[in-house]
Each structure stands twice: as structure tokens, then as C-alpha cells.
């Protein structure tokens, strides 16, 4: 059973920074792509952040460029976002998703809808 949880949400100041971790079991970490979405209310959901396992290529929307960094511990099958000088407008559920790299490769984007996807964590950003 595929699984993925997100972890490290919270609240946080403007400027603060916050650590997001997705575990995931199930499948073989390095044929997959592991995404970040995040959802506001009202928004439509939109991608933050990509990698893949295999050889640590990564992806970002332009409003977290230079703020967000993503890694991959692949001896843990875990994926962080270090989300650092956090704006008001950051706030939203993030959530993990995971798809086949051979997907993502024949769609040639690394934002469409993973097949995989967490349960979402919560992050408030204050004024």
C-alpha cells in the first residue's frame, strides 16, 4: 500500500521558516517524482516544488524561488520543503504527491495531478 505522510506544518511569523518532511512506503523511491502542492482557500491547488529520487533534479513555481529549498533523504524515503522567509500569502495546506518519473517525462511538466497524493499539512503564516 502506497503511502505518503506529510509532516511539519504549523504556525509561523512572517520571515520564519518552517521544515515540511513527506515520508513515503509503498513503491520504489527512486522511480517516482515527489511534488509539493499547496492549496489556499478559495485557490486552486498549484505546484510548489519537484524532485526526483533517481538523480535529484528539482523543480519550483517562481513565487518560492530563492525561499524554498527541496531534498531527498532516499535511505529514508523521505522528501523535505525547507520553506524559509515565509510570507502571509505562503499560508495554505501542503500537501506531498508522488508519481512515476516515466510519467512526468512523457507529460513533460512536473505540475499536472500525481497519481499518488498525503493527507496535507497545514501552515499559517502571521502578519
Known amino acids: 500500500e502506497v503511502q505518503l505522510v506529510e509532516s511539519g506544518g504549523g504556525l509561523v511569523q512572517a520571515g520564519g521558516s518552517l521544515r515540511l518532511s513527506c515520508a513515503a512506503s509503498?513503491?520504489?523511491?527512486?522511480?517516482?517524482?515527489i511534488g509539493w502542492f499547496r492549496q489556499a482557500p478559495g485557490k486552486e491547488r498549484e505546484g510548489v516544488s519537484c524532485?526526483?529520487?533517481?538523480?535529484?533534479?528539482?523543480y519550483y513555481a517562481d513565487s518560492v524561488k530563492g525561499r524554498f529549498t527541496i531534498s531527498s533523504d532516499n535511505a529514508k524515503n523521505t522528501v523535505y520543503l525547507q520553506m524559509n522567509s515565509l510570507k502571509p500569502e505562503d499560508t495554505a495546506v501542503y500537501y506531498c504527491?508522488?508519481?512515476?518519473?516515466?510519467?512526468?517525462?512523457?507529460?513533460?511538466?512536473?505540475?499536472?495531478?500525481?497519481?499518488?497524493w498525503g493527507q496535507g499539512t497545514q501552515v499559517t503564516v502571521s502578519s
Open positions: 509503498g513503491f520504489t523511491f527512486d522511480d517516482y517524482a
Open positions: 504527491a508522488a508519481d512515476t518519473i516515466a510519467t512526468m517525462t512523457r507529460l513533460r511538466s512536473w505540475i499536472y495531478e500525481y497519481y499518488y
Open positions: 524532485i526526483w529520487s533517481s538523480d535529484g533534479s528539482t
